[in-house]
């Protein structure tokens, strides 16, 4: 089981970044999928999560608004879309499948938010 994360970045405040999660070795679509993010010092938060069919979705309250997420069973990937960046938001970002007792865990990508 394989969970890869890509698209992290530097960006401005006010700027936009998408994240992908690029999913291998389990049945993709039968998984709850979870974005989490980590920043120094902090404990890991919840971004946002989305149902094994897509059909709901939930954001952490200091995302709802600016982040989208979104997946494609068919090409067994996650996105994060990501807008609207602020300072606060620098962390690595995990994807994380979920079913049951089984959870897969990503390495994570670097979002720095900065001028």
């Known amino acids: 089981e394989q969970l890869v994360e890509s698209g992290g970045g530097l960006v401005h405040p006010g700027g936009s970044l998408r994240l992908s999660c690029a999913a291998s070795g389990f049945t993709f679509n039968t998984y709850t999928m979870y974005w989490y993010r980590q920043a120094p010092g902090k404990e890991r938060e919840l971004v946002a999560r989305i149902t094994s069919t897509g059909g709901l979705t939930e954001y952490g309250d200091s995302m709802k608004g600016r982040f989208t997420i979104s997946r494609d069973n068919t090409k067994n990937m996650m996105y994060l879309q990501m807008n609207s960046l602020k300072p606060e938001d620098t962390a690595v970002y995990l994807c994380?499948?979920?079913?049951?007792?089984?959870?897969?865990w990503g390495q994570g990508t670097q979002v720095t938010v900065s001028s």
């Open positions: 994380s499948a979920e079913r049951g007792p089984f959870v897969f």
